[in-house]
């Protein structure tokens, strides 16, 4: 058993796609014409963080109430936990790009940290190794 995707509510696809690849360093696995439960088109758009089993599904908000919940989809809290085996590198890269740290960079028991907001708002742990 493995955790396949999880969903991340964005305003626009293609400025989400530019963020998790250009910024992130995500790669596109699949951005495909679809339809939502109620026969709407929509785009199927699967970005996975380079080497891991689960991947991201960039989900366009549509409606008042999905819109509402774009960059608060974890209430304020650090909700998606990003890691990579060169924390230094990663974190200059994303800084460099205009990425907003919320915390310095801080060594704890499980590795390196460091709080983000993605483009949106939404917090995300940037892990290393310990």
């Known amino acids: 058993m493995g955790l396949e995707l999880v969903s991340v509510i964005v305003k626009e696809y293609d400025e989400a796609i530019a963020f998790f690849v250009d910024v992130l360093g995500c790669v596109l696995e699949e951005d495909s014409p679809s339809f939502d439960?109620?026969?709407q088109p929509k785009r199927w758009v699967v970005v996975r963080p380079i080497g891991s089993g689960s991947g991201i599904l960039?989900?366009?908000?549509r409606g008042e109430e999905q819109t509402a919940l774009i960059g608060r989809q974890?209430?304020?809290r650090v909700g998606l936990f990003l890691?990579?085996?060169d924390f230094n590198t990663s974190y200059t890269r994303m800084t460099s790009a205009g990425v907003e740290f919320l915390t310095a960079p801080r060594t704890e028991s499980y590795g390196q940290v460091a709080v983000f907001k993605d483009l949106y708002g939404n917090k995300w742990d940037l892990l290393g190794p310990a």
Do not use: H, S, Y
């Open 37 to 39: 439960g109620e026969g």
């Open 58 to 61: 960039l989900a366009q908000a």
């Open 74 to 76: 974890f209430a304020g």
């Open 83 to 85: 890691r990579v085996d």
